[in-house]
RNA sequence: GGUGCUAUCGUCUAGCGGCCUAGGACAACGGCCUCUCACGCCGUAAACCCCGGUUCGAUUCCGGGUAGCACUACCA
């Protein structure tokens, strides 16, 4: 490759990052650190109407949490916005000058014309007219600087009416893209408009010219973006030759969309609502509207998960490996095993992921995210406790339940019996394991344990559950008395517990200790007879 | 309607003419483990869209059909 890669992300500030939005600022970045090359993030927003104060915000912290860096172009830092790069600036609607000479040129050299038609002309138009296109068949019967002259139309707009600029597009020309996933594609200009280059209402090109102008500007080497471009790349095509960029226009590649995980269709904010999954990585509050969008990062997500995640949908190597840091995405990707198809978003699949990353976490990691959560559910419980816990204590009971979830916040339905005796026993768990005999059952175990001295209660270091002291001692009482063990453990679970789940019993009783292990079952006896 | 893209288990995918009795993973189902719930392990079920052509031989190449998707704005 001749010139240093250097790819952009170029979101709209029009709301929350979709995570297709983040699958392809994902490819792009590994594209780039593959190539040694620079990630840039360019800020595309072109229609004021659409602009939503917080989104460019909420963008680049999204990026920042998962760990796609950007190296040039608006960034987060330190929890702000900062724009570095001599190719700025990088937000579109601060490079008016710029457009302006570019849109001259244009005419200048006849690729472009101004145009008055208004929208409710256009309208009308489209209604009298069956599939009516702005293009070499219609534009003479329109208003423009090409039926009414150069001179005239410079005078109207001098005298301040509105206009466009458009986009001349020669018919019957053959217009080829390569496309680094699909290879060639061809299309006829006859099915391309006049498209709409520029707009004086709010003094701003449209996503078309303003593209083209700043990835040349920005030396973008290669645009990897979705597919729903790849109907007007040959319009992009047309535009640089226009410009005569053609010998360093970028290389193109057009990602497949990700879709819905039912039916058909692309994935959409809905979709996430409608079936109960985030489609935005970060909780966004939408300032106009008010709505509240849950984000992966709340919902217990791993930036890591979600990357390995979203890599697989739409690229895989082969052979079979399912789990990749993100090193080993960008020693490994590759655009040409990038699939064409499109991908069904499996939200099932994320939470394996998540699974997985989370098992691979240390019990004090997991006890440092948990801890928040924690205290504040013994809260909601128990107002008045403040007692401070212990982290190791944590990290101890994390251990023997973290392979259960796939979330950290989910810790909390296996752990709450150790912080909280049982306030009602499950009744699923009482219809199955509370046996007729369980409270004398209870009440003699209860006379056993209670002889157990406190030092030989706890399982000394090193010895497994099936070791502790108290298994042999509650293992001989039950024989002796030809009780079922099933029996006797699981109503003393239910004690512990208030159901019948949870980890081995003898790591149960370590950790509550003597006096909390005997209270249970009193108070157990208590309330079930 | 027009144009383009796409097409392997329910889902993500491996496969780039014979290694295919089509492989892996998620989900599903069954079993093992076990004081419980899980995890884990083992196993079962599950796919080459259709029709032609090329070839000794097509999941793989070509053509057509069908279906899905995208685009078709003074939105990106």
């Not at 007007?232 to 590649?253: C, I, K, N, Q």
């Not at 697989?312 to 080993?328: A, V």
Request: glycine share 6%.
């Amino acid at each position: 490759m001749a010139h240093k890669v250097r790819v952009r992300f170029a979101p709209s500030p029009t709301g929350a990052l979709h995570i297709g939005g983040v699958r392809t600022a994902l490819y792009n970045y590994l594209f780039a650190r593959q190539h040694g090359g620079d990630m840039l993030l360019r800020i595309e927003d072109t229609d004021s109407t659409r602009f939503v104060p917080g989104a460019e915000q909420y963008i680049l912290e999204s990026l920042h949490w998962l760990g796609i860096g950007i190296d040039e172009g608006l960034r987060w830092e330190n929890g702000q916005v900062v724009e570095i790069g001599n190719h700025g600036p990088y937000r579109q609607s601060e490079r008016r000058e710029i457009y302006h000479q570019y849109v001259d040129q244009l005419i200048q050299s006849g690729h472009a014309y101004y145009a008055f038609d208004t929208p409710a002309q256009l309208e009308a138009k489209r209604q009298e007219i069956p599939n009516f296109q702005y293009d070499a068949r219609t534009r003479m019967q329109m208003d423009n600087s090409l039926t009414c002259g150069l001179d005239e139309a410079q005078r109207r707009i001098a005298n301040g009416e509105k206009y466009v600029v458009r986009f001349l597009v020669e018919p019957n020309e053959d217009v080829t893209v390569h496309d680094l996933i699909r290879g060639d594609v061809t299309i006829n200009s006859n099915i391309l408009d006049d498209k709409v280059l520029y707009k004086s209402a709010d003094d701003l090109p449209t996503y078309h010219l303003a593209n083209i102008v700043d990835d040349h500007l920005m030396e973008v080497s290669h645009v990897i973006r979705g597919e729903e471009w790849l109907p007007s790349a040959p319009l992009h095509v047309l535009l640089y030759r226009a410009f005569g960029w053609a010998d360093t226009m970028p290389e193109f590649a057009h990602l497949p969309l990700l879709l819905k995980p039912d039916g058909n269709g692309k994935l959409s904010k809905r979709d996430g609502d409608r079936l109960g999954f985030p489609v935005f990585p970060l909780e966004f509050h939408h300032p106009i509207d008010g709505t509240v969008s849950s984000g992966y990062r709340e919902s217990g997500y791993f930036p890591e998960a979600v990357i390995n995640f979203l890599a697989l949908l739409g690229w895989h190597n082969t052979g079979d490996q399912e789990m990749f840091s993100m090193d080993e995405l960008i020693q490994q990707f590759s655009l040409d095993r990038v699939s064409k198809s499109g991908a069904k978003f499996d939200y099932e699949k994320g939470k394996w992921f998540n699974h997985q990353y989370l098992q691979l976490k240390s019990n004090e990691e997991l006890a440092q995210l948990f801890l928040p959560i924690l205290e504040n559910k013994i809260r909601e419980i128990e107002p008045s406790n403040s007692r401070v816990l212990d982290p190791s204590l944590v990290a101890q009971v994390i251990g023997l339940t973290k392979d259960r979830v796939n979330f950290v916040p989910e810790l909390w339905e296996q752990v709450n019996f150790f912080f909280v005796a049982p306030a009602e026993y499950d009744e699923k768990s009482l219809a199955k394991r509370w046996k007729e005999d369980s409270p004398k059952h209870m009440r003699e175990l209860l006379d056993l344990l209670e002889s157990i001295p406190e030092s030989d209660w706890t399982t000394p270091a090193g010895l497994s559950a099936d070791e502790a002291p108290l298994n042999q001692t509650v293992m001989d009482f039950i024989a002796k008395n030809e009780y079922g063990v099933g029996v006797v453990m699981n109503a003393f679970r239910i004690c512990l517990v208030g159901a019948a789940r949870g980890p081995h019993i003898w790591a149960i009783t370590d950790i509550l200790g003597k006096a909390e292990t005997l209270r249970r079952v009193r108070v157990a006896l208590d309330k079930l007879g």
